[in-house]
C-alpha cells in the first residue's frame, strides 16, 4: 500500500513544487530582462553607445594610442565642452519639435559683452559671466517670444536671430578682436584642480571626486532599483545590474586616472557634469520636462491635455538663451578673448550631436544623454583624425555622412517600427 | 424608358478586418438627379471612390458599367478621363493660385513649346465662371473667395473637363443657405444640359427638393432606390430607409439613478475659425450625476466643435454662452482650466489628438494629471506606473507592460488609454466623442462596461456619437443637434432611430 502511495504522491508533490518554480519564474521572467532584449528593445538609443565605443576603438588603434593619452584625453574635454553645453540646449529644443540656428551668434555676443566689460572696463571676472547670463536670457526671451507667442517657426526666428546677434557682437566689439582676458576669468575653461591633496605624479583630488562620483551613481542606482522593485517593476536582473554598475565604474575611473596623470580635473569638466545631471533630471524627472516631450510628440494631444504649450515653448528658448551664454562664457574663457567670428557653425556641431545622439527630426524623441554621446562622438572623430593629420576637408566630409546616416537609421527604425502595427 | 449612364453592379469592397459595401447596386439613368443617402459610415464615400478610381479595379469586386461599357479604372485620372468627376466634400483647390490656375492644374492649357498659354486659359476659365454664374475675375486667388465661391469653381473645373457624370460629396455641408440654394440651382441647370449629377448629402430637405431617384445605403448594402415622383415619397420616408436596422449589438444593463445636475450649458455658440458662421448656435443641455447624455447628428452638424469648445475653448472662436458645473458658473477659458473645472475630453480621433503615439502607456496616462502626479514640479514615476498598472487592470488594457508603446496597441486598447488617461484627472464629466469608432464588437463591450462603471460611481458622462442604437442603447436621455442647434431632446425610452433622424434632419426652411 505504501509503495503504491509513494510514487503516486510524488509526483503530485513534484508537480505542485514545479507549479510554484513556474510562478515565480513566471514573476521573475516579468520582472528582470536579459542583455538581448535590453539591447534590442533599445536599439535606437543603444546604437549611439556601441557606435561610440566602436569609433574611440577605431581611433585608438589608428592613432596608436595617442588619442587616448592623458593629455589628449583632457584635450578632447577642454576643446568640445562648449559644444556639448549647447547640445544640452539643443537637445531640448529639438524633442519639442523646433530648431535653433542662433546659438554660435549667441555665443559670439554673450562672449563679447564679458569681454568688453572684464577687460575695456576693468570689472572683476564675475561681473562678466553674470552679464554674459542676462544677455543670453534675454535673447532667449526675445526667441521664446516669437516661437510661442507670435506663433512663428523657430527655424526662421533663429535664422534672423542669427544675423541680428552676429552683427550686434560687430557692433559691441567694433569689428576687432578683444584680448586678453585676467588670468581668474581664463581659469574658467582652462583652469584644473591640481595638487589639491597632492599625489605621485598624479592628482589625488581628481581620483577622489571621481570615487565620490561612481559611489553616488551606485547608491542611486541601487534605490532606484530597489524603489522599481517595491512598485512590481521589470528590473534587470541582479548580476546583470552589478556588472553595469561595474562596467560604467570601470569606464569612469579609467578617464578618471587619465585626468589625473595629465593636468587634474578641468573645472569646465565640472560645470558640464552638473549641467548634464541637473538637464538629465529636468527632462527625464520633472513636469516641464515631460510636457517638453509631449508637444513634440504629438502637439494637438498635449494642448488637449491642459499643457501650457506656449508657456513651455517660451522657457525651451529662454533655458537654450542661458546655456548659450555659458557656452559663450567657456569659449571666450578658453579663446582667452572675444572675436568678431567666434561661435560661427557651433549650431551645426550642436544640432548634429543632438541627432546623432538619437533625437527624431519629428520631435518627440530625445536625451540628454543622448546628445552628450552623439557630440563626443564627432569630438573624438575630429580630434581623431586630426592626430592622424587627415585633411580639413575629408574631416568635414566624414562628419557630414555620420550625421546623415545617423538620421537615416533614425528614420529606417521608425518606418520598420510603423511597419510593424 | 430606362437609359442608364451608369451601372454599379454587385460593388463589394473589403478593408482589413471590414466588409465597407456588400453586393451595392446603383443604377443611375442619364441626365438625372441620383441621390445617394445613409447614415455616416453606412458606406457612401467608398462606393464614390470605388466609382472614381480612388480604389483602383481589382481592389473590389464587381463591375461597372459606365455608357453602355465595362470600365476599369486604374485611378482617378481613367475615370475622369472618361467623364466622371467628382468634388470632395474638403475642397481640393490650392489657396494661393488663381481660379485659372486651379481650373486648369494639371491639364494645362499649352500654347507654342509647350508654355502655357495664360491669355487662352483665363479667357476659357472666364467663359466656364460665367456659366456656373460666377462673377469674378479669373487671376484671383482661390484663397480669397468664400467657400460658397470656392465650391462653384470646383464645378467650373469639372465643366473644363468635359464632365458627363458629375459626383457632388455633401456640396452643402459648409455652405449657408443662400449659397446652398445657388448651388442646387446650378446642379438643376446641369441637368438641364444633359449632365447627370450624383449628389451625396445630409440634408434630406435639399434631396426631396432636387433629386429625381434616391438611393439609400445601409451597414454597406443597398436598401433601396426610391423614385422622387412618387407622391409617397418624403423625407420621412428616406429616413425610415435609412435606420431601418435592427438593435442587433448587444448592450450591458444598468440602472439609472440621475442624480444632481452636474453640468449645464446655455446659449453655447462657436464661430468657425475662418469662416463667418455659426458652427454652433446658440446650444442648452445639462447632464447629471450618474447619467449617460448622448449627442446626437450628422456630420457636420456641429458635435465635436460643441465638445471641443466647451473643453477649454478649444475650437473655434467663443462667441457667447455660460457653463455651470454643480450649478456654479465656470469660465474655462484654456483647457487646464477645464480639466480643474472636472471637464474631461475623450477626443474622437484619438490617434490624431489623443496620444503620443510614439510613447507609452504610464506616460500617455499621466499626461493630463501630472500635477496630481508630482511634487514641486518633479514626477513621481513610481507613483505613475502604479496609476498606469491601476487602469492597465481597471480597464484590462491588454499590453504586456505599462512601458509598451501605444501606436502598437489595437484601437480598442489605445481608446482604453485614452479613458484611464481621464480618468486619472478625477473628471465629474466626461465628454465621450465617438468612443467606440473602429473598434471591434468585443472591445466595445467593454468601453459599455466601463461607461456603466462610471456613472454607477456617481459620474456623469456624455456620449457623441453617430451610430444611433449606440446612444439608444447606453445613454438615458440624446439631444439631437443639427447645424449647430439643438433640435431635440428625448428621454431613451421615447427615442427610437427614426424619431432621432427626423430631429437630426430637422432644419431651416431653404431659401429661395
Avoid at chain 1, 546604437?47 to 594610442?65: K, N, Q, R, S
Wanted: net charge neutral.
Amino acid at each position: 500500500m505504501t509503495q503504491t502511495v509513494g510514487p503516486t504522491s510524488e509526483p503530485e508533490a513534484e508537480s505542485a513544487t514545479a507549479q510554484k518554480d513556474n510562478a515565480t519564474a513566471g514573476a521573475l521572467g516579468t520582472g528582470t530582462s536579459d542583455v538581448r532584449t535590453l539591447l534590442t528593445r533599445n536599439l535606437r538609443t543603444s546604437g549611439i553607445y556601441i557606435a561610440f565605443v566602436v569609433v574611440v576603438a577605431l581611433f585608438a588603434i589608428l592613432t596608436g594610442g595617442t588619442s587616448l593619452s592623458p593629455g589628449n584625453i583632457t584635450n578632447i574635454v577642454l576643446q568640445y565642452s562648449y559644444i556639448l553645453i549647447l547640445a544640452i540646449g539643443m537637445v531640448i529644443v529639438i524633442i519639442a519639435g523646433h530648431i535653433d540656428l542662433s546659438v554660435g551668434s549667441v555665443v559670439a555676443v554673450t562672449g563679447a559683452t564679458s569681454a568688453v566689460i572684464v577687460i575695456r572696463h576693468d570689472q572683476p571676472w564675475w561681473v562678466g559671466v553674470l552679464a554674459a547670463l542676462a544677455v543670453g536670457l534675454a535673447i532667449g526671451a526675445w526667441h521664446g517670444f516669437w516661437v510661442a507667442y507670435v506663433g512663428i517657426p523657430a527655424f526662421i526666428v533663429t535664422l534672423a536671430g542669427m544675423l541680428l546677434f552676429r552683427g550686434l557682437t560687430l557692433q559691441i566689439l567694433d569689428n576687432i578682436s578683444l584680448s586678453p582676458f585676467t588670468p581668474e576669468y581664463g581659469k574658467i575653461a582652462s583652469g584644473f584642480s591640481n595638487g589639491l591633496l597632492g599625489g605621485n605624479g598624479f592628482d589625488a583630488f581628481t581620483l577622489l571626486i571621481f570615487g565620490v562620483a561612481v559611489v553616488v551613481y551606485a547608491v542611486s542606482q541601487f534605490r532606484t532599483r530597489q524603489a522599481r522593485v517595491r512598485y512590481n517593476q521589470p528590473v534587470p536582473s541582479f548580476p546583470l545590474f552589478v556588472a553595469q554598475i561595474v562596467v560604467v565604474a570601470a569606464v569612469v575611473m579609467a578617464f578618471a586616472y587619465q585626468l589625473a596623470t595629465a593636468r587634474g580635473l578641468p573645472y569646465v569638466l565640472v560645470i558640464l557634469a552638473v549641467l548634464i545631471l541637473v538637464y538629465g533630471v529636468v527632462t527625464k524627472r520633472t513636469v516641464f520636462g515631460r510636457q517638453v516631450y509631449a508637444i513634440g510628440g504629438n502637439l494637438a494631444a498635449a494642448t488637449l491635455s491642459g499643457v501650457k504649450v506656449k508657456v513651455v515653448n517660451f522657457w525651451i528658448f529662454v533655458n537654450m538663451g542661458f546655456l548659450a551664454a555659458v557656452a559663450g562664457v567657456v569659449f571666450s574663457s578658453r579663446s582667452n578673448g572675444a572675436q568678431p567670428g567666434a561661435g560661427n557653425s557651433f549650431e551645426l556641431d550642436a544640432i548634429a550631436a543632438a541627432f546623432i545622439g538619437g533625437a527624431a527630426v519629428t520631435g518627440g524623441v530625445g536625451t540628454v544623454v543622448g546628445a552628450m554621446v552623439g557630440g563626443l562622438l564627432v569630438g573624438v572623430m575630429s580630434n581623431g583624425m586630426q592626430l592622424m593629420g587627415v585633411d580639413q576637408s575629408i574631416q568635414s566630409m566624414v562628419k557630414g555622412l555620420v550625421l546623415l546616416l545617423a538620421v537615416a537609421f533614425d528614420v529606417y527604425n521608425k518606418r520598420r517600427a510603423g511597419s510593424g502595427r | 424608358m430606362s437609359d442608364p449612364i451608369l451601372e454599379m453592379r454587385s460593388i463589394t469592397k473589403t478593408f482589413p478586418g471590414v466588409k465597407a459595401l456588400q453586393d451595392v447596386t446603383l443604377s443611375v439613368e442619364r441626365g438625372e438627379v441620383h441621390a445617394i443617402c445613409g447614415e455616416n459610415g453606412a458606406g457612401k464615400s467608398t462606393l464614390m471612390k470605388v466609382l472614381s478610381g480612388v480604389y483602383p479595379a481589382g481592389d473590389y469586386e464587381g463591375e461597372i458599367v459606365f455608357e453602355g461599357q465595362v470600365v476599369s479604372f486604374g485611378g482617378i485620372r481613367d475615370s475622369e478621363h472618361a467623364g466622371i468627376v467628382i468634388i470632395h466634400q474638403e475642397l481640393a483647390l490650392v489657396p494661393y493660385l488663381s481660379i485659372a490656375e486651379n481650373i486648369f492644374l494639371g491639364s494645362e492649357k499649352r500654347g507654342k513649346f509647350g508654355l502655357i498659354d495664360w491669355n487662352l486659359a483665363n479667357a476659357e476659365a472666364g467663359k466656364l465662371l460665367r456659366s456656373v454664374g460666377l462673377d469674378e475675375n479669373p487671376t484671383t486667388p482661390v484663397g480669397q473667395l468664400g467657400v460658397g465661391k470656392q465650391q462653384l469653381v470646383e464645378i467650373a473645373k469639372a465643366l473644363s473637363k468635359d464632365v458627363k457624370l458629375l459626383i457632388l460629396d455633401e456640396p452643402t455641408a459648409a455652405l449657408n443657405d443662400t449659397d446652398s440654394a445657388h448651388l442646387l440651382g446650378l446642379i438643376r441647370g446641369l441637368r438641364d444640359q444633359g449632365i447627370t449629377s450624383i449628389i451625396i448629402s445630409h440634408k434630406l430637405n435639399e434631396i426631396d427638393a432636387i433629386a429625381d431617384h434616391t438611393t439609400i445605403i445601409r451597414d454597406g448594402q443597398t436598401v433601396e432606390t426610391l423614385d422622387m415622383a412618387d407622391e409617397s415619397v418624403t423625407v420621412d420616408r428616406i429616413i425610415r430607409g435609412m435606420v431601418g436596422r435592427a438593435l442587433d449589438s448587444y448592450y450591458p444593463e444598468r440602472e439609472s439613478h440621475p442624480g444632481e445636475e452636474v453640468m449645464r450649458v446655455e446659449g453655447w455658440t462657436v464661430k468657425h475659425p475662418t469662416q463667418d458662421r455659426m458652427v454652433v448656435d446658440h446650444a442648452s443641455f445639462d447632464v447629471r450625476a450618474g447619467e449617460v447624455v448622448g449627442i446626437a447628428g450628422l456630420m457636420g452638424a456641429g458635435r465635436t466643435e460643441l465638445a471641443m469648445s466647451i473643453f477649454g475653448r478649444s475650437y473655434g472662436t467663443f462667441v457667447e454662452g455660460r457653463l455651470f458645473m454643480h450649478g456654479k458658473e465656470v469660465k474655462a477659458r484654456n483647457v487646464a482650466e477645464a480639466i480643474d473645472a472636472g471637464i474631461a475630453y475623450a477626443t474622437e480621433d484619438r490617434k490624431k489628438y489623443g496620444l503620443n503615439l510614439i510613447d507609452d502607456i504610464a506616460r500617455n496616462n499621466s499626461a493630463a494629471a501630472l500635477d496630481k502626479l508630482s511634487t514641486r514640479g518633479f514626477v513621481d514615476a513610481n507613483e505613475e506606473t502604479k496609476a498606469a498598472e491601476e487602469g492597465r487592470r481597471s480597464m484590462n488594457i491588454k499590453a504586456p507592460t505599462v512601458k509598451s508603446i501605444v501606436g502598437k496597441l489595437s484601437g480598442g486598447n489605445q481608446q482604453k488609454v485614452v479613458l484611464s488617461k481621464w480618468l486619472l484627472t478625477d473628471p465629474d464629466v466626461l465628454i465621450l466623442d465617438e468612443p467606440t469608432r473602429g473598434i471591434d464588437v468585443g472591445a466595445k463591450y467593454e468601453i459599455y462596461t466601463i461607461i456603466n462603471k462610471l456613472v454607477a460611481s456617481g459620474k456623469a458622462v456624455v456620449v457623441i456619437s453617430s451610430e444611433l442604437p449606440e446612444l439608444l442603447g447606453i445613454c438615458d436621455r440624446v439631444y439631437t443637434l443639427s447645424a449647430g442647434r439643438i433640435t431635440g431632446q428625448l428621454p431613451v425610452a421615447e427615442a427610437d432611430q427614426e424619431r432621432l433622424m427626423t430631429l437630426m434632419t430637422q432644419e431651416k426652411e431653404l431659401v429661395g
